[in-house]
């Protein structure tokens, strides 16, 4: 069966100190097998130009930006409250932490969770959070993410950890605790510098609302480029973000995915099983006015998507 997730509840209108872990301990006893949480620093009050939502010209920003809790937060919260769903970031924006520390934050909530943690990561797009936080411009995003994941790898491996470059210096070090597993490491964004990363270097993708038939040609492609790099190409695979606006019964032709009733999104997984993705999460806590209300919309999704015999 494919694997279900969800997102937590990281937005005002809920209550962070309970609802997070209401949410994360309903949601494993419904029978999810991952919970997730993003990452938005601020909400930027000028959104003209490059300031827009995405980068995007003029396009504004949704109210609901205004208050995100910070992810790391809120999945610690989760692991305290459970013992087996996986806690993955969708995405974490590498390039705006200093890398020695993020690696240090992620290790040792792998630590903590049992070996739980999926690092979702991603190199952002508003330069206002550049602005407001990154070691490095915006402009050197992709560097910073390939300069964390190298950072990452010398921190999370055998000791003594050691690295060096033109920026950081980690000298020779004993660097603890590690992770208790292997961190899996899967990227967002799209667009062939990140597909070319990915297979190079990343366990897989969390693509956003891509339809089926593109998600599967995608999943051949990068298997084909991960093995030019001499990787198993079956060791990379594609993590599909469903993001929701609700729940009603589309009944228009040409419905687009991920629209429509809990029936209808449950053929979208199915959709997404036959090309290959393993493992979805649904996005409902912006749909949803309350953990009562998440966890109901959340567990008819479980239900509808494995009456469906995904």
């Known amino acids: ?166 920026r950081w210096d980690l000298a020779p070090s004993e660097f603890g605790p590690k992770p208790a597993g292997r961190i899996p490491v899967y990227l967002g964004g799209a667009g062939p510098r990140v597909l070319e990363r990915i297979a190079r270097r990343a366990d897989g993708w969390v693509p956003v609302a891509t339809p089926a038939a593109q998600m599967g040609a995608s999943l051949t492609a990068l298997r084909e480029k991960a093995a030019s790099y001499g990787r198993d190409p079956l060791d990379v695979g594609i993590i599909a973000q469903l993001t929701v606006a609700g729940f009603e019964r589309v009944t228009s032709a040409g419905r687009r995915p991920y629209t429509g009733d809990f029936d209808q999104l449950a053929e979208d997984v199915a959709a997404l099983a036959e090309v290959g993705v393993d493992h979805v999460f649904l996005t409902a806590a912006g749909s949803s006015r309350s953990v009562q209300e998440l966890l109901e919309n959340a567990a008819t999704f479980h239900a509808a998507v494995r009456a469906a015999g995904v």
């Open 1 to 166: 069966m494919i694997k279900l997730g969800v997102n937590l509840p990281q937005f005002e209108w809920y209550a962070a100190g309970t609802d997070i872990a209401t949410a994360a301990a309903g949601f494993e006893e419904i029978g999810f097998d991952s919970v997730w949480a993003f990452e938005r620093l601020l909400r930027p009050l000028d959104q003209s130009g490059a300031h827009g939502l995405f980068g995007a010209p003029d396009v504004p920003w949704p109210d609901r930006y205004r208050h995100t809790t910070e992810p790391l937060t809120a999945l610690a919260t989760a692991a305290a409250v459970t013992s087996r769903v996986r806690l993955g970031t969708n995405v974490l924006i590498a390039p705006l932490h200093l890398p020695v520390q993020l690696a240090k934050t992620l290790a040792s909530l792998d630590a903590v969770s049992g070996g739980r943690l999926i690092a979702g990561l991603g190199t952002g797009w508003s330069p206002d959070e550049f602005a407001a936080a990154a070691p490095r411009p915006i402009a050197e995003r992709g560097a910073a993410l390939d300069e964390f994941l190298d950072i990452a790898a010398a921190a999370w491996g055998p000791d003594p950890a050691r690295f060096r470059n033109e």
